[in-house]
């Protein structure tokens, strides 16, 4: 991209508040490197990596690089055989501890991910998962280098040993000179201090004492009456001492080199570490620019198309820029825009040739989502008045030199931008220059923007396929700008309306409007009447919105309602049913209860009154449970029944139960008649049943009776009735034997039809429960079975429905 561009156009102020944003000086140097590519590839990497670490920020917050610093010189040097000094070792350190840093913040990211269940690819994972913390290197430099001018004495055995001795050694010295210092020679010394000198400890003797204190004398005061002096004493111990700082500093450079040789060893994820951190640093100050002025990812594409929604200027007050629709590249190639100074054409101009830049670089555009941008090999720009004393350049002069140095590199990948296009010259001249260039450039296939106050071009883009007006709108009321820009519509210079309105004279004006000819005046009138409809269109198309608008609302409003009222009707079906599933176990085991009743009965004296008690019991038993339950008055049947049509083992309906059973006795003189319904057998009125067609079974025989008397097929269903019940127990029974014991019961509840049943089977390994799945797969009279619900047992138990 040429330079002339970026600087036209301020990419440069963008890439330097991309700068800003990056927290090490590698990821400053490649922010400052940034350029537009061509490639499309490339750019939708970047456009990607920006958008995934935006992403990031939203969810986690800022991330910091701080600690990142180039030590790949470092690592040139360990690579020969040096030695790091403790400055670079700590960079190391630092490295390392700034990757674990950023790792650590990546990997609780990921978390909070799947905790929220967003699982998404993300084209920075893996270059996170790449990252080498190398947490035990970065511990021991840690250990053993406690600041840029301190080892720790822990850092080597060796190095405690020497430290220790040099620590009873100073303390010694301190002993004997605190015996000068506050003994008899105390009247000799100047003052009552320890001092070094040369890295010797002294005493201050005055100088008309020198004798009474033997030693070696290391200094003086400038007025020479002190002397500082190392006491015969303890000269022995000072050399003791400083051959021991001596082995400290080789102690110490064996720490050094231990260290060094430990980061030798790691030379190539640490240089790694160094490239994925500088990366990922670059990419999150894309991300922190975008999120600065709400930036989004745009489309590209390589058709020349250019489709920019609510673009806002990224180096204007956010607060007051107005955000422009610009469109290029689909129904016309070659925009001209028109309309009064100061209006927002050069805004308009530069925000396409910057959001091109900017998108091509790998950064968000601050515009709507979706907005759409091409790719271009090159982009030119002739924005500004560039006139020159020096080099005796005037403004059009400039214009022209200008042009003349892209008009043969530019091709259909490129987009050209003019401001105010023939300017600075005779404006009949201008104007045809203008026209010329434009129509070239159109012929060629280039992609174009220019702005005009020329009407020439006005008719031109009027009058010439593949070519569109834009006119920066103008409140003439106001004397103020909109900074809108809209397509399709050329714009008026309003040079008459605005000096009216400033106080020019009107007779001044009017004179000036003599001077400019009929054709200009009445295309000026076109254009205002244009405005003025476009104005009046707006306003309807707004008012129509608003109704739509409106309409949604209450669309909306109405839909929340239906919702409301949906899951208010499913919330009281489901407690009713709820209710009725509780009361309907409560008969179930009442039920039960009364049939144990009646087996022992059966087998005591004056069994049969208190048999009838317990089915009076029953029956208000029942009776509760229907108003429990709001049971409506039970259907009429839907043909009157008489004792006529009734046999013995007839299949019956009882309307009121809403049960199934067959008839157990024939109506009495008063129509009532028992009617056995599983495990139930009751007394009904025969107005209360509805016949039902007769079920063959495979299992059972017909039923065969006349005039009173059962066959032995009856009998059997009989006694069965009175024994079986409605469940059965398997748990603790191998496969094999629950199977035997299960098939008898099946057969035994299907004569007494008896259904639904219960098998009780238990959740274990599920083998039972699989067995007795496969088994009742293969079973003909059993029409279905499921696991059961809650307050049925769950999955420990499966209810069977037969045929």
Same mark, same amino acid.
């Given at each position: ?9 301020? =990419? ?5 508040? $991309? ?11 490649? %922010? ?12 939708? @990497?970047?456009? &990607? ?7 990031? +920020?939203? &969810? ?9 610093? !180039? ?21 190391? %350190? ?49 250990? %053993? ?13 060796? +190095? ?41 400890? %002294? ?15 290391? *200094? ?35 720490? +050094? ?23 990922? #640093? ?86 709507? *989502? ?22 005796? /350049? ?16 530019? !091709? ?6 003019? !401001? ?58 106001? $004397? ?88 208010? @009707? ?21 039920? #039960? ?24 019991? +029953? ?125 008898? =019961? /099946?057969? #035994?509840? =299907? ?33 279905? =079975? ?18």
């Amino acid at each position: 991209m040429n330079e002339k561009a970026l600087k036209v156009l301020e =990419y440069h102020k963008i890439i330097q508040k $991309l700068t800003d944003f990056a927290g090490s000086q590698p990821g400053k140097a490649l %922010c400052r490197g940034l350029v537009p590519s061509s490639d499309i590839s490339e750019i939708r @990497r970047m456009q &990607r990596e920006t958008s995934d670490a935006t992403a990031r +920020l939203y &969810r986690k917050g800022t991330i910091s690089f701080s600690g990142l610093s !180039d030590i790949r010189g470092s690592l040139k040097r360990l690579e020969v055989g040096s030695s790091l000094n403790i400055e670079e070792l700590l960079r190391v %350190c630092s490295l390392l501890e700034t990757t674990n840093r950023v790792k650590s913040w990546a990997r609780s990211d990921n978390s909070q991910i799947v905790n929220n269940e967003e699982q998404t690819e993300d084209s920075l994972e893996q270059m996170f998962t790449d990252l080498q913390p190398l947490t035990p290197l970065a511990s021991e430099i840690r250990r %053993c280098i406690l600041s840029e001018e301190e080892i720790s004495d822990d850092a080597s055995p060796g +190095l405690r040993q020497v430290r220790r001795s040099m620590r009873l050694t100073n303390d010694k010295i301190r002993t004997q000179l605190a015996s000068y210092v506050n003994g008899s020679t105390r009247n000799y010394l100047q003052d009552a201090v320890i001092t070094q000198r040369n890295g010797r400890f %002294c005493i201050p003797v005055k100088a008309e004492y020198r004798g009474q204190v033997p030693g070696m004398i290391h *200094d003086q005061s400038s007025t020479g009456s002190t002397l500082f002096v190392e006491p015969m004493s303890i000269v022995k111990l000072n050399n003791d001492l400083r051959e021991l700082e001596i082995k400290e500093e080789k102690e110490i450079e064996i720490v +050094l080199s231990t260290l060094s040789g430990l980061v030798a060893e790691q030379t190539e994820p640490l240089n790694y570490n160094v490239l994925l951190l500088t990366e990922l #640093d670059f990419i999150f100050a894309r991300a922190q620019l975008s999120r600065s002025y709400n930036g989004t990812e745009p489309d590209f594409n390589t058709d020349g198309r250019i489709n920019i929604k609510k673009g806002r200027h990224p180096l204007l007050d956010p607060k007051k820029v107005v955000p422009v629709d610009i469109r290029l590249g689909d129904d016309f190639s070659l925009l001209v825009i028109s309309g009064p100074n100061t209006g927002g054409k050069t805004v308009s101009l530069k925000t396409v040739g910057l959001f091109t830049l900017l998108g091509q670089a790998g950064l968000h555009i601050p515009a709507f *989502d979706h907005s759409e941008l091409s790719v271009f090999t090159e982009v030119y720009a002739d924005i500004g008045d560039e006139q020159s004393i020096e080099q005796s /350049l005037s403004t059009f002069s400039s214009h022209m030199t200008n042009i003349v140095s892209f008009w043969e590199q530019a !091709d259909e990948h490129s987009l050209v931008l003019f !401001d105010e296009l023939g300017a600075g010259t005779d404006p009949t001249e201008g104007a045809a220059l203008a026209i010329a260039i434009l129509s070239n450039l159109h012929r060629r296939g280039i992609r174009t923007i220019a702005t005009t106050h020329y009407s020439e071009l006005k008719v031109f883009a009027l009058s010439t396929p593949g070519v569109q007006n834009g006119s920066c709108e103008f409140n003439v009321e106001t $004397l103020r700008p909109t900074y809108r820009l809209l397509i399709g519509v050329p714009g008026k210079s309003n040079a008459f309306a605005i000096s009216q309105k400033l106080g020019l004279p009107d007779y001044v004006i009017e004179e000036a409007r003599g001077h400019i000819s009929q054709e200009d005046e009445s295309f000026e009138d076109v254009i205002s009447d244009l405005e003025e409809s476009r104005a009046t269109i707006e306003k309807e198309q707004e008012e129509i919105n608003r109704y739509k608008q409106e309409i949604e609302t209450l669309k909306q409003r109405l839909e929340r309602k239906e919702d409301r009222l949906e899951a208010s @009707r499913e919330a009281i079906l489901q407690k009713a049913r709820e209710e009725a599933q509780t009361i309907l176990r409560e008969a179930k085991e009442f039920a #039960d209860e009364s049939i144990r009743k009646y087996n022992k009965l059966g087998k005591e004296s004056d069994a049969s009154r208190q048999m009838e008690q317990e089915r009076a019991k +029953l029956r208000e038993k029942m009776s509760g449970l229907e108003k429990n339950i709001g049971v409506k008055a039970a259907k009429k049947p839907k043909k009157e029944l008489t004792a006529k049509d009734l046999r013995i083992g007839d299949r019956v309906k009882v309307l009121s139960m809403n049960l199934t059973g067959t008839v157990s006795t024939l109506p009495d003189a008063r129509g009532n008649l028992f009617v056995q319904m599983g495990i139930l057998r009751s007394q009904v009125k025969l107005s209360d049943l509805e016949k039902l067609p007769d079920e063959p079974s495979p299992y059972s025989a017909r039923t065969n009776l006349s005039s009173g008397t059962r066959s032995g097929s009856s009998k059997v269903k009989m006694a069965k009735s009175y024994s079986i019940s409605a469940e059965i127990n398997l748990l603790g029974r191998t496969t094999d034997e629950a199977i035997a014991e299960l098939d008898k =019961y /099946l057969d #035994d509840a =299907y004569i007494a039809h008896l259904s639904p049943v219960r098998i009780v089977h238990g959740k274990g390994s599920g083998a039972l429960r699989k067995a007795v799945h496969q088994y009742l797969r293969r079973q003909k009279h059993v029409a279905s =079975y499921r696991l059961g619900e809650f307050g049925e047992g769950d999955a420990g138990v499966t209810i069977v429905e037969f045929k």
